[in-house]
């Protein structure tokens, strides 16, 4: 997905010249393209987060369009409050691109996963947080990223699964939901990594009978309530899944959502439960371990169906 | 009288091309390039007890750079506070010898390290509760020399300085490559020893290779002569030991194959 990006970024780049790439030591062997495209608009400020987000804003204060690029946790969490009061409370154009959200990172552990930033980023005001699942989305993204003029967080999955997805680039528009079925009997929600995961687990669920239509729920914030709304109309019960904390994440922002509908339904978050893990594994193990595989949502789906 | 380092790195450098491989793991450049520094720490200047590893009185070592940590796992298990078979689990599913290494994993494995930047602070908190509680434990942090991009780190150091620290002792790493490029290509620090002193530490400059003088170097600062932390400037290669991951950035990524373990074995022979 971040070359996916990186290659969309300079086919703009070169259209428009307030776009600026800023990175903290992160990008060996993909923004290389870039860098020797636009050599007066490529800058390594250092392993800085903090330096990388403050400087970045301080672009935009002159009127460029800079991507603060780098690994999702130290974006997101090391410079928080230069995202805070230098990106967001200024209301900024600064692209926050995070490479390898989720444990996207895998075995190296817990210092390099980011489970927390949907739930921090979402907590500001001014922030659209956008995660493509597909080279469509993460094309389409990055355009309307740029478009958009205002403070963006983009999680860029390190090793997307390659699945087909039912919809061209005109589909993609940062804010809409995009509906990939037509089942009925329950709804989920998934983004990012975990779109082909519930397209899988949707795919299991049709051979027990179960018609589980799933949203590509790209657009995190401004969440989309009425595909919400659509899918409570059509299928009652709502699932949501992420490679995230469960706490504060789509699963957060759907519920808070619902529950001011005072309108009851089946409704459960699937997604990390609030906790680091003990031991170590690859990203498919990990996946596992947080019942978070293909074959583990279906189950839940099913259990959660059956109460 | 010196041990003998020599024989001790090279199987520790040995065990970590081993475990690289097994676990296509990355970071060779880095384990490599501090790998004489641990040997010389665990067998020849941290204080502890292998029967009780967890006495509080011990001195502390903390691995800022955690992206090293095979290094820091086969020095553990060369100084015998780990079973050396652990290390056949390093890096695969379902471990607690994670990458990154995490507290209270294994002896001495004293606190989380992977984001850079981090240890140095947790090494002077450490170092001041020591001396809060009376304790007469030395606190050690191996950071790299990229690593001291980051502002926490001369925050930190300012402040250790203030309180004159001197059981602290901040050991940098210094091979001149960090994840994109050379130092002197990103922020060109030029002397570091010149920087830790403007922020008031006794600095000394070595070459992180040689044994002698990484002993000398240690043991005068844990000595205490002065009231002011340490900080040991290493002069070293990234990969050192292995001739075709020496002083090359891309070793910083990649994960030595069969035919490369092969060769690292043969380099590297007792
Ligand atoms: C806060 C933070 N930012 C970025 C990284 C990614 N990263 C891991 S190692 C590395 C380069 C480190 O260079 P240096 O400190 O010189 O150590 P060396 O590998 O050369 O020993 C980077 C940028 C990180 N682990 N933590």
């Known amino acids: ?307 | 009288m010196m041990k003998d380092y020599a024989i001790l790195a090279r199987k520790i450098r040995r065990d970590i091309v081993t475990m690289l491989n097994r676990a296509n793991g990355s970071f060779g450049g880095a384990a490599m390039s501090c790998a004489d520094l641990i040997t010389v720490l665990f067998h020849g200047c941290m204080r502890f007890d292998i029967e009780n590893p967890d006495d509080p009185a011990r001195d502390m070592f903390i691995l800022s750079k955690g992206h090293a940590s095979s290094a820091l796992y086969a020095g553990l298990a060369s100084a015998g506070l780990i079973d050396r078979g652990e290390l056949e689990t390093y890096g695969m599913n379902d471990t607690k010898m994670i990458i990154h290494p995490k507290r209270g994993t294994y002896p001495c494995i004293d606190a989380s390290t992977g984001a850079l930047g981090h240890g140095i602070c947790q090494a002077v908190g450490s170092a001041l509760a020591a001396r809060i509680l009376k304790c007469d434990a030395n606190v050690f942090v191996l950071m790299g020399d990229g690593e001291c991009n980051e502002g926490s780190v001369w925050e930190n150091a300012a402040f250790a300085s203030k309180q004159k620290l001197n059981n602290l002792t901040a050991i940098v790493d210094r091979n001149g490559l960090q994840g994109c490029g050379r130092d002197a290509e990103v922020l060109n620090y030029g002397d570091m020893g010149e920087k830790f002193r403007a922020f008031g530490f006794n600095t000394i400059d070595i070459d992180g290779h040689d044994y002698e003088a990484i002993e000398n170097a240690l043991k005068t600062a844990a000595s205490r002569s002065t009231d002011k932390p340490t900080a040991i400037i290493a002069k070293t290669i990234k990969g050192r030991g292995i001739s075709y991951m020496e002083d090359k950035l891309e070793w910083h990524y990649k994960s030595p194959n069969d035919e490369q373990l092969k060769i690292a074995l043969e380099e590297l022979a007792l």
């Open chain 1, 1 to 307: 997905m971040r070359s996916i990006f990186i290659d969309e970024l300079t086919k703009i780049a070169r259209d428009d010249a307030r776009i600026a790439l800023l990175m903290s030591e992160c990008g060996f062997s993909v923004t290389e393209g870039f860098a020797q495209e636009f050599p007066d608009r490529y800058y390594n400020v250092g392993i800085a987060e903090q330096s990388l987000v403050g400087t970045a804003a301080g672009a935009a204060l002159r009127g460029l369009r800079p991507v603060a690029y780098n690994m999702a946790m130290f974006l997101t969490m090391r410079a928080f409050e230069q995202i805070r009061v230098d990106v967001a409370y200024q209301n900024l154009p600064v692209i926050l691109a995070g490479v390898g959200p989720g444990v996207g990172y895998g075995s190296a552990g817990t210092t390099h996963h980011t489970i927390e930033d949907i739930a921090i980023m979402r907590a500001l005001p001014n922030m659209t947080i956008v995660f493509p699942a597909h080279e469509i989305d993460a094309r389409a993204a990055t355009r309307q990223a740029v478009e958009l003029g205002k403070p963006i967080y983009i999680g860029l999955a390190r090793a997307p699964r390659q699945f087909n997805v039912p919809y061209g680039a005109e589909s993609f528009k940062i804010g809409s939901a995009i509906r990939m079925n037509d089942g009925r009997d329950a709804a989920l929600f998934a983004f990012g990594s975990m779109l082909p995961v519930a397209m899988e687990a949707a795919a299991a669920l049709a051979g027990d009978g179960i018609k589980l239509r799933v949203y590509n729920a790209h657009t995190i914030k401004p969440l989309d309530t009425a595909a919400i709304d659509e899918a409570l109309r059509e299928c009652g019960a709502i699932f949501t899944l992420e490679e995230a904390n469960i706490i504060g994440g789509l699963g957060g922002a759907v519920a808070e959502y619902i529950a001011e509908l005072n309108a009851p339904c089946v409704f459960k978050r699937f997604g990390i439960r609030d906790r680091y893990p003990e031991r170590m594994g690859d990203y498919q193990w990990l996946l596992k371990h947080f019942g978070i595989d293909a074959a583990s949502v279906a189950a839940s789906v099913k259990e959660a169906l059956k109460a």
